[in-house]
Each structure stands twice: as C-alpha cells, then as structure tokens.
C-alpha cells in the first residue's frame, strides 16, 4: 500500500482564509420572500452585511398619483398586508388633515377597534414567525388559529378577510353590524388565553431564550438615528408611541400603557409585541364601551360625515334621484377635490409611524403620495443587528424586526 | 409649542431660511441649499430643538411636463422630517433643486438613517447626494434607466430584465412591448403615441 503523500509543506494544508460570499435570499424561506443579503462570512461569524430590498417594489407612489384620491385604499391595504385596517386608517386620517375635516364619534371608535384588532393579527403573526423560524411550529399554529378569529370579525364587519379597503376618506364604507359587540366581546378572552398559552410554550424554553436573549441588540442612540419605529424602537427603551404621544382618533381617552424594553434584542422586541397585543386588548375593550354609550340618532351617532363633495351618496339615492347620481358620478369620476396644501399625517400602524406626505395641488388626483413605511427603516437598523454575530443568530433578529415586504419595498 | 424651532431657525440663520409654515400643524421651514447639512446639524444638535429622532427624508417632483420645462427652477423639493422624543415636537426642513443636475449635501452625518432614504430619492428622483458613501440604487435594479418618480417617467413604460420574446405561448400575457396596462387618468402626451 503506498502511504499517503508526505511531501506537503505545512502552509499547504492551511486552508484558505479569505472571507466567504454567501448569498441569502431573496428566495430564502427566512427571508419572507422579499431581501436578499449579501453576507462576508469569516467562518460562522458575519463580517459584513450589504441587505438589499426592492424585490417587491410595485411602485405604490407612482400608481397613487394617476388615479383619484379614494383609488389609493386598495393600495394601502397592499402595504402591510397582515394588517391593511391600520393602513386603512393611516391613509384616511393623512387625507382628512389635508381636508380639515373630522369623523363622527362612532366612526373614530369603529376604526380604533378595527385598527386595534388587525394589530393584534399583525403581532400574533409577527411573534408567531419568530417562534417558527426558531423550530417552534406550535405557538405558530396557536397564534394563527387566533388570527383566524380575528379575521373572522373583521369580515363579519367589512366583507372581507385580508384586504379590506373598508375606510374612506370621511369616514366608513358601513356602520358596524349588529354583532360588533357581542362577536369581538366573545373573542377578546379566547385571543388572551392563546397568547399565553404560546407564551408559555416560549418563555421557559431554554432554546428559545438562549436564541433571542442578547442577540441582535440595537442601541438607543442607533435606534433613534436611524428612524427605526413601533416595537423595535420601543424595545431598545424609548418610550415613543404615536398613539400617546400624539393622540389622535379617540385614544386619548383610552387608558393604556405602552410597553417600553430595556436592552433592545429580540427577545425584548418578542415581549414587546406580547404585551402590546394585551394593550390592544383593552383599547377596544374600553372603546366598545364608549361606543355604546353614544346616544342612537345623535349627531356623533354616524360612520362618516355628510359633506355630499367628500362621501358617496347612499345608494338608494344615487339610484332613485338625479342629484345622488351627479353626486356619485362626479365623486367616482373626478374624485375628491382637495385644496391646495401639502401635510405629514401620521399614525402607529403595526410596526410603527406610518407616515404619508400628501401634496395637493387642487383637483382629483393626488400631486404626491410618500408612504413612510416603518419596516424600510427599521430594515435599514437590521445591518448593525447583524454585523460581528453568529450566522444563526441572523434569522431570528430578521423576524423580529418583522419586515413586510409589501410596506418595505412599496 | 412646536413653533419653537421655526423661531429658533430663523434667529439662527436669519435670511438662509427662506419661508416657514405651519399649515394644519406642520411646521415647515424651507432652507438654502447651501445651508442645508448646518440647518439640519443645528436642528439635531442644538438643545432646544433636540431633533434626534430621524422621521423621514424624501422628494418632491414640482414639475408639470404639461406646462413647464423639465430643468425649471426649484423642480426638486427634498424634506426630512425629525422628531424630538423627549420634547414632543417635530419640524420638516425643505429645501428646493433646480431640475437640472440636482445636487445636495448628505445628512448622513447628522442622522445615520438617512442613508437608505438618500439611495432611495436617488432612484426616484435622480438627485444626487454629495458625501453619501454609498449611492446605488435601492428599489429598483441597476440596469433600470430613468428616474421613475419623476413626473417625466411615463408610468407605463416597461424595463424588462428578461428580453420580450416572439412567438406564442401557452401563458397569459403581457409580454410585447405595447402589452402593458395603460393606468390611464392623467395620460401624458408622449405616452399617448
């Protein structure tokens, strides 16, 4: 038998040193189908990172600008498709500043509690996929079977499951249907006990803590700089909601707290979202509440308001008069005519300050429609989360940032 | 409340800022290009304004290929927008490009989140970014050619990666050239050919 050949100097059987080019994503299962990253590897360890959107870029500012005002709901509920209500909303109040006008009680109420409730599918889903990404399938599907419930009465009351466009600019497609109350009385507790029974499935894992616990740590002065929001701005332990700090709609007058984390890493930002969704619970609890307590037939009493230039005629109206079908035609075919101006409305959508910069330049057609979707910001913050950790440590730090591809890419 | 910083703005820089506006509670201060990178240090660093908190930096396409020419005067708007967490206030600093190689400072220095917000404005918009250490483009693909948020881009104008084929198919279109959905409201007039 020949021996093996022993004439190798010993730097021969070095093996080579140079960093690593590994390419992950945009169809990588942890990356939710949308980034692309491009990672520098020394070994396991990550030594740099270039993460690179725009797989889904649809171009919503473009579209928004060729069609009417009331045309962009569609869009928006196509940004952050796990929670369109919230989007709904955001877009609607941004456009009713620019208009100088306010919703009926009734109506704010109504789109507290629809927009509270698609927060709670958007965290049970976020929270859901970090759980899942670690190998922990269960709370995933328990966290899912809540959000089907959820879903459930968001289509008892706007006709659809995922893709609402159900406000509108003034108010509401359509009152609250008669099983409001009693329907999201019955599921509020049923959510509450799923989020602990998959918190307890989670909180004393030692895997999953070992995996969340001081991995992907984002600094406060980091955080703040680079505009990250919503529950990744919070865990890093600043303590900025729009909902408190600027209050608008009726949550002023709700009484909730705002769950603030201390060290910034994934785990807190999993906790963060728990406790929010438990938040969320009593903001429409209390809402219900108030909204029962409005006198049937007051003024406050309405969805939308009954400015004939801003909302849709009722239906037997446009039907049955020539003066509802002018006012239908004019309003679908030339749109809304909003005045001149040019406003920042702002909103805390499901991961965090969804911001939209409308410019009016008079007429039908929005002049410019920016949408700050908090999750390109809060994926711009991923890169310094990621740098010098584990490659591991990569996926469960994304999840929790919960990029949407839809908000992200636009 | 938040009128503050307009008022400490203009004590600062006196004629450099050149309107301000509070138009349904948002306070706008339209500033100098050239001061534009001191404006938005001073709005981060001073303690009274205390703006560390990075909202939002984007652009604005003033023209109307209608009526106006395409490298007019003032064409681009860039704003960014920041916040004071611990003061509740927040103000939007603009300033306005000529359409003609628009080119402004980086705030990169200032808030290090600007950076994918600049790639991004330099995609859409075409303006450039001086400092900026790493300009490319962001949401779209290298290979694209214009600016698609410029009023001048016709939104029915297609760039395929993968060439247009000939032939048929056993898949529903679109795949020539003219096949695209024409999103037809405002149609510009070089679209119409």
């Known amino acids: 038998m020949e021996p093996v050949d022993l004439d190798f100097e010993e730097a021969d059987l070095e093996l080579p040193s140079e960093p690593m080019t590994l390419l992950m994503g945009p169809s990588h299962p942890a990356m939710h189908g949308t980034i692309r990253m491009v990672l520098k590897l020394d070994g396991e360890t990550v030594q740099d990172v270039d993460i690179q959107p725009g797989y889904l870029h649809r171009g919503f500012e473009k579209m928004s600008e060729r069609g009417t005002w009331s045309q962009v709901f569609p869009y928006t509920d196509r940004l ?28 704010q109420l109504f789109r507290v509690i629809l927009g509270e409730m698609s927060r709670i599918a958007d965290h049970l889903t976020g929270n859901g996929a970090i759980a899942m990404e670690l190998g922990a399938f269960t709370p995933f599907l328990w966290f899912l079977k809540a959000r089907e419930w959820i879903y459930e009465a968001c289509e008892e009351q706007t006709g659809a499951r995922l893709t609402h466009s159900f406000f509108r600019i003034g108010g509401a497609a359509f009152p609250p249907t008669e099983k409001l ?38 600094t406060k002065e980091h955080a703040l700089g680079m505009g990250a929001s ?19 709609l009726t949550y002023g007058e709700c009484d909730f707290d705002v769950p603030v984390g201390e060290d910034g890493d994934t785990y807190d930002r999993f906790m963060v979202r728990s406790e929010e ?38 239906k037997e109206k446009v039907y049955s008069t020539i003066e509802g079908t002018i006012a239908h035609f004019k309003l679908i075919m030339e749109g809304i005519n909003v005045p001149p101006g040019e406003v920042y409305g702002y909103t805390e959508a499901g991961n965090g300050e969804l911001g939209f910069l409308l410019v009016s330049r008079g007429g039908g057609n929005p002049w410019r429609v920016r949408v700050r979707g908090p999750c390109f910001f809060s994926l711009q913050a991923a890169h310094d989360m990621i740098r010098g950790k584990m490659l591991a440590d990569i996926i469960p730090t994304f999840g929790s940032i919960n990029m949407i591809g839809g908000e992200c890419d636009r | 409340m938040s009128k503050l910083i307009l008022e400490r703005l203009k004590a600062q820089f006196g004629d450099d800022i050149l309107a301000v506006s509070s138009f349904r509670g948002d306070d706008v201060a339209v500033v100098k290009p050239s001061r534009w990178l001191d404006v ?81 404005v330099f995609d859409m918009f075409g303006v450039h970014f001086e400092g900026h250490p790493d300009e490319r483009r962001i949401l779209t693909y290298d290979e694209f050619k214009g600016h698609p948020l410029r009023k ?20 529903l279109g679109p795949f ?12 510009l007039p070089d679209e119409r050919q």
């Not at chain 1, 049923?190 to 740590?217: C, H, M, P, Y």
């Not at chain 1, 919503?230 to 608008?248: C, E, N, Q």
């Not at chain 2, 930096?57 to 106006?68: E, F, K, V």
């Not at chain 2, 395929?160 to 056993?170: A, I, K, Q, S």
Request: net charge neutral.
């Open chain 1, 80 to 107: 952050n498709y796990v929670s369109p209500l919230l989007n709904n909303v955001g877009y609607a109040l941004a456009v009713e500043k620019l208009l100088g006008i306010e919703v009926p009680r009734k109506g």
């Open chain 1, 181 to 218: 109350q009693s329907q999201i009385r019955s599921i509020l507790p049923r959510v509450l006990e799923v989020i602990a029974e998959g918190e307890s499935l989670l909180l004393k894992n030692r895997i999953f803590l070992d995996r969340t616990q001081g991995v992907g740590i984002l």
């Open chain 1, 230 to 248: 919503g529950p990744v701005l919070r865990s890093a332990g600043i303590d900025y909601d729009v909902r408190k700090d600027k209050p608008y």
């Open chain 1, 277 to 314: 969704m438990r938040q969320s619970c009593r903001i429409i609890e209390q809402s219900l509440d108030l909204m029962k307590k409005i006198a049937p037939g007051s003024p406050e009493d309405a969805v939308s308001i009954t400015d004939p230039r801003i909302v849709l005629p009722p």
């Open chain 2, 40 to 120: 938005a240090r001073f709005v981060h660093d001073d303690p009274r304004c205390d703006c560390t908190y990075f909202v939002d930096l984007s652009a604005i396409d003033n023209c109307d290929p209608r009526t106006d020419e395409l490298d007019m005067d003032d064409r681009f708007e860039v704003y960014v927008i920041a916040y004071s967490v611990a003061k509740k206030h927040r103000v939007r600093l603009k300033t306005r490009l000529s359409g003609d190689e628009p080119r402004i400072a980086s705030v990169i220095p200032v808030w290090s989140g600007a950076n994918w917000m600049e790639r991004e």
């Open chain 2, 152 to 171: 001048d881009y016709p939104a029915n104008r297609t760039q395929p990666l993968v060439e247009y084929r000939d032939g048929t198919f056993n898949k």
């Open chain 2, 176 to 187: 020539l050239q003219d096949e695209g959905m024409p999103l037809n409201r405002s149609v």
